[in-house]
């Protein structure tokens, strides 16, 4: 049974950081494309970054790049996303996604795994 389990959430003022954690089980990090999605309230889920599959190059929305860094371990089988420059537009609940193909994950924003989410809020 594949879990995805999401932690680092919080409330932090603008220009703050915070760094969310995906543990999987029951997959390797590896060997899926790893990446995060965000929904705020009203809006769609939209893509934030992500891995290919296989791969260790790391694409992102451009409303975060130069600001969110997407990393992996292998040996604890972990996927992270640290997040700079927070602002309040950032507020949303964070989805750690797995999936065969990250073009297809950020085409249907669409995952074969989801997380259950974890809460971040940017204050002004």
């Known amino acids: 049974q594949v879990q995805l389990v999401e932690s680092g959430g919080g409330l932090v003022q603008a220009g703050g950081s915070l760094r969310l954690s995906c543990a999987a089980s029951g997959l390797t990090v590896s060997s899926y494309a790893m990446g995060w999605f965000r929904q705020a309230p009203g809006k769609e889920r939209e893509f934030v970054a992500s891995?290919?599959?296989?791969?260790?190059?790391?694409y992102y929305a451009d409303s975060v790049k130069g600001r969110f860094a997407i990393s992996k371990d292998n040996a604890k089988n972990t996927v992270y996303l640290q997040m700079n420059m927070l602002k309040p537009e950032d507020t949303a609940v964070y989805y750690c996604?797995?999936?065969?193909?990250?073009?297809?994950?950020?085409?249907?924003?669409?995952?074969?795994?989801w997380g259950q989410g974890t809460q971040v809020t940017v204050s002004s």
């Open positions: 996604a797995a999936g065969i193909s990250y073009y297809s994950m950020v085409a249907t924003r669409k995952a074969d795994y």
């Open positions: 891995f290919t599959r296989y791969g260790d190059r790391a």
